[in-house]
């Protein structure tokens, strides 16, 4: 069965350095979502494409996270600087289209950790 | 804004009983969708089982069904013969009409003991 792809598992970075992770859909999916973990809570949305294009990014703290999906297929998420709060698990989800009768499908994150 | 509440952050039974997971919500939607999400320790999150508002029928799936309480905006999950392969923590999430975006709760940690 296909999967959501994510790179890295892990990443372990110094504060105010820049870090990115990377996401590779379902290939046909067109909806495309990236979620924060932080440990002891439930996912939250940062960003949400359909497409190239940012549907919603109410959440993402624009001063220092940055996502991209240029050509509509795979995504990057990058933090610069990097702060100790940002530690968690990014996640990454993408549908067939957005809203209920297409159901997200979620990759295995990476696991962040700012000393 | 909607709210999600799961009240028990660890849970643990024995193999082949029946757990039951708690969740509440807080929405002045009158139409949405509720959810039961599995994230094993591998951490893919993958789908449990959904439950529409607007059917009064509760959603089952084998060995997983919820009970859905509108008026007392509750949504918990039951899993009968539970497996060892249930230990995950699973979360509660809430999806509006019109808006795409889940809420989810903070998770309940689920342990199968052998």
């Known amino acids: 069965e296909a999967e959501v792809a994510q790179s890295p598992r892990y990443k372990i970075t110094e504060k105010s350095q820049a870090v990115a992770f990377w996401c590779d859909p379902i290939?046909?999916?067109?909806?495309l979502y990236w979620y924060r973990q932080i440990l002891g809570q439930g996912p939250e949305l940062l960003v949400q494409?359909?497409?190239?294009?940012?549907?919603?990014d109410s959440q993402l703290p624009k001063d220092r996270f940055s996502a991209e999906r240029l050509k509509g297929v795979d995504s990057t998420l990058k933090i610069q600087p990097a702060e100790l709060g940002d530690s968690a698990m990014y996640l990454c989800?993408?549908?067939?289209?957005?809203?209920?009768?297409?159901?997200?499908?979620f990759g295995n994150g990476t696991r962040l950790t700012v000393t | 804004a909607q709210t999600v509440t799961q009240s028990q952050p660890e849970m643990s039974v024995q193999e082949a009983e029946t757990v039951t997971l708690s969740c509440t919500y807080d929405?002045?939607?009158?139409?949405?969708?509720l959810f039961w999400y599995k994230q094993p320790p591998s951490r893919q999150m993958i789908l449990v089982i959904r439950q529409e508002a607007y059917k009064q029928q509760n959603a089952t799936e084998n060995r997983f069904s919820v009970n859905f309480q509108k008026a007392a905006k509750s949504f918990s999950l039951k899993i009968s013969d539970s497996q060892l392969g249930d230990t995950a923590m699973y979360f509660c999430?809430?999806?509006?009409?019109?808006?795409?975006?889940?809420?989810f709760g903070t998770g309940t940690r689920l342990t199968i003991i052998p």
């Open positions: 999430a809430y999806l509006n009409f019109g808006n795409e975006k889940l809420t």
């Open positions: 989800a993408s549908s067939l289209t957005p809203g209920l009768n297409s159901p997200l499908h």
């Open positions: 494409f359909q497409d190239e294009s940012v549907v919603d």
């Open positions: 290939s046909g999916h067109a909806t």
């Open positions: 929405t002045s939607e009158n139409n949405y969708y």
